[in-house]
């Protein structure tokens, strides 16, 4: 059976950064890409907070000099998925998608994790265009303007706070709306005006030809 140093179970930054840094310690290292080569930042336009890019970078093309920089030090990348690993042994036994049955003296993790979007019609068609999932990554493209932040719990408030001080910057009006508010919610409500919180409200299952309603 195949016996691999370093086994990294995902394509992202994080995977491929593993990658460079075992790679360049001299272990030997196989990453499986997984379902989605190079991982969510595949997903998206233009990034415009990752450093060493003055002006921004398109997802797709960040990942690919990323990839390239780990197999420059060696890292070999595999398709397909790790479907199962059993730890209970050293060296960890490993199963894959299309390699089969293999050995790894250690293994990283990397499997990133994904957005958790409502479902409702059109949503597709404006991610990235007025639908986000990412208040920090994608919160100043919407500097000044009117965004509902759509959920109840501590993330949600903590993105809505976040998002309600950057407006206020650049405009007093704006209005930052948190539906089915929990207390915290409340609380950063009653002390900063371009905050609102809706309870019980639920997005409308539309999306209006030009913005998100
Ligand atoms: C639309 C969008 C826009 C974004 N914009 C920004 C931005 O502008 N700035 C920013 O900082 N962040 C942004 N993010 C967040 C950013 O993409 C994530 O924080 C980052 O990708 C996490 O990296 P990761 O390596 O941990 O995981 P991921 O990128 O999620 O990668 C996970 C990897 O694991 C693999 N995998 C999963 N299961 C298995 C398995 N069983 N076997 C093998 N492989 C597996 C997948 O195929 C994938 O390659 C955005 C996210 C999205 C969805």
Known sequence: MEHIECLIIGSGPAGYTAAIYTCRADVKTVV???MQPGGQLTQTTEIENFPGYPNGVKG???MEEIRQQALRFGAEIREGEVTSIDVSQRPFKVTTEYDGELLADSIIVSTGAAARYLGISSEEEFKGGGVSACATCDGFFYKGKDV???GGGDTAC?????LAKLCTRSISSCAVMCYVPPKPCNTACSTRPTLKCCGNTRPRNSLASNKAS
Not at 158 to 162: G, N, P
């Open 148 to 150: 509902a932040v759509v």
């Open 60 to 62: 797709p093309d960040m």
């Open 32 to 34: 499986y890409e997984g």
């Open 158 to 162: 903590e993105d809505a706070t976040y």
